[in-house]
């Protein structure tokens, strides 16, 4: 079935029901879709101080209240524990299991954080003409580790995550121009044209997600990416940490043209 | 003696010195100030989610590591217990003193928000012809209380603070771009013309700062107001809070161009 024109709520309440448990890319376009980290509190003020200082890779779109599972500001009565299509379990930084609801393992003390996600920008670039190599060849977006340092605070540190989308010469102009007034969702590319300046060796091999075929005449452009975050949590080994399944976004009510400053 | 063209790390070496202990307004053209408080540990999570969720009138320059007086990303070295030419003591939310060094009242458990002040921004408008009253006069910003709800967190909550500018008609649409690509010092006005929409009955009588003339064919302008968090924390009467004195401001070293998203 085809999402792309489908509103939110809809799409939310198919997710709910567990008719829907795989990757939103595509889904609702227009509309913001956001990363999922979910934290105990004594470690939320050192996330979001680390949130705050990496503010491209990790820009904030809803922090929770303590104990809190509604999402309030980003869409209406939306549910952290089930509106997401999949999510991880971690225990020490490992991956404990896969699964759809996370009802059981809520605790009180838990603060969830919803980060931008690069999903909501795609839909602006194909809609300016600019081509978005995964989505043509059906593939996840290729993501990279990179040597950029992160701002550390608290107990969080680590490098920046990075995607990559081959962009045509004379459109890279463009891609940068149309991401870079969406901040909230990881906003203007971080790095154009050479890999090995952010310390990727081969841009073919990606890290996370898949290869995508990189043409003549097109370059290598890198944006901040939602991985970035998470990788940054396992490295502490929190107790429990969980986090949405790459992919499988939570998908907001908020069109990306307002969440624009 | 005119600091307006003076470099902000000689600004606040004189101010480390003891050798200026007033307003900051109209020194070092160009550069960022900053309004600060002083939390312990345990309200830290809930201000700093409290400041995410009100971004125009608590938006964020740097927030510092727990026990650190450092000022780093937004300085060369900056000392927050020294660098700002008075500071303000409040216990249980009542007043207790003014001084010009907080060292001796430093708490391990010490965190400290420096928030952006649009004190920033006013250099911005004159340069582009749109005239700033209470400089002209010589006078405080006036600043009103408001109706308008601020989104709670925790502990904190509250009503918005505005400061007042008044604009000839043909010059409020430029007063808007100028300020609106400085998000991080205030931004975008938040209201504009009618001062009763917005619960203020006289705009006359400011609720801080000082009154300024209004001429014929002016429009009252609105900017979100950095007492706004002030006010929020001292609604909460926390054991301790240290903030600057009203317009005794940390100078940063980072143009406001430079704070652009």
Redo the contacts between chains.
Sequence with gaps: MDFSNEAPKKVRELIRKGEIDYQTSGMCNGFAQGNLCILP?KY??DF??FC??NPKPCP?LE?G??GSKVIK?MADNGDICKDLPKYRIWKNGVLEKEVTDITEYWQDDFVYFLIGCSFSFEGELIESGVPVRHIEEGKNVPMFNTNIRL?P??VFHGNMVVSMRPIPQELVVKSVNVTATM?RVH?APIHIGSPEAIGIADVSKPDYGDAVTINDGEVPVFWACGVTPQNAVMQTKPEIAITHAPGHMFITDVKNVNLK?
Tied chains: 1, 2.
Excluded: E, I, Q, T
């Design positions: 509190k939320a003020f979001l101080l705050n200082r904030l922090v209240d303590v500001s701002n605070a608290g901040s906003g400053y």
